[in-house]
């Protein structure tokens, strides 16, 4: 697994968002952007990061961030996580790991003893030149937008 790293050019990339709409990195060009990876939409990690970067999104806005939440799961996966939780950013359903495999955030987990791929839960802010300013490894779910603000 070769992570982003800070000072690192992200690579541009495609995906679907819950709707169905293409969304290219291109299209943040100019703005800063946060992307925040998660493994599985509506799992009880998964939505309090999301819920507490929704609750936080004003404020990450008046620094003049966009939000982009990504999983593997699908695009009717995504629409109800987005739905059920009232979120204000795109959820990319990056089925086919072109996101994912970009910022490098696809490998070896492990679990209750077990080891297995998957997304590691990870997020990048990036600035108005598409290059990665911040990497938080250590995701914390229920405090995440602190992390993002403080710094």
Known sequence: MKTLKVGD?????????????TINLSDYLGKKLIVFFYPKASTPGCTAEACNLR???AELQEQGYELLGV???SEKRQAKFKEKYDFPFPLL????????NAFG??????FMGREYDGIHRKTFKINEKG??????DKVKTKDHAAQLLDV
């Open 131 to 136: 290059e990665v300013t911040l990497v938080i």
């Open 55 to 57: 609750d936080n999104y």
């Open 93 to 100: 359903a990056d089925e086919d790991h072109t996101v994912i």
């Open 71 to 73: 999983s593997a799961d």
């Open 105 to 110: 955030v696809w490998g070896l987990k492990k």
């Open 9 to 21: 050019k992200v690579p541009n990339f495609s995906s679907k968002d819950q709707d169905g709409n």
